[in-house]
């Protein structure tokens, strides 16, 4: 008896670890723009950097932008971290760059990111946000 419960107690957590979703990075470039504006919003920005194309500008420009962010009153953290957002306009330029259009529910103002596909990874080309080196119309 107690070795068909240790037995099915064994299966059990077999299953349960099966089963679990793997948390990795997200696998299209919609998923991986909405992964990064939620974590910037939530001032997460642990995830949203893992997300970044690694280049030096960027990771100068995301540095800069964390400054900034940590600088921000608590009450403006908040309302950030309590923001919706919607995307205004989902643009594939090509099999390997994407730009989306959003806004948030904070600053009510259209923002643009733009993800670029490097070894079958979706990234934020995070220097885009300031450049805006590909208009989308």
């Excluded at 009450?75 to 923001?83: E, F, H, V």
């Excluded at 934020?124 to 805006?132: E, H, L, N």
């Amino acid at each position: 008896m107690t070795q068909k419960l240790i037995l099915s107690f064994l299966v059990l957590i077999m299953l349960c670890s099966c089963s679990e979703k793997k948390t990795g990075r997200p696998a299209t470039a919609l998923d991986t723009g909405r992964h990064f504006i939620r974590a910037s919003l939530d001032g997460n920005f642990d995830n949203a950097g893992l997300l970044i194309l690694k280049d030096s500008q960027n990771a100068q420009l995301f540095e800069s932008y964390k400054m900034y962010y940590s600088r921000l009153d608590k009450t403006k953290k908040n309302n950030y971290k309590n923001a919706s957002y919607t995307i205004n306009k989902y643009a594939d330029i090509d099999d390997s760059t994407t730009i989306i259009n959003y806004s948030n529910s904070f600053m009510n103002k259209p923002m643009e990111i733009k993800l670029v596909k490097v070894n079958k990874e979706w990234n934020v080309d995070f220097k885009y946000t300031y450049s805006g080196n590909l208009p989308i119309d």
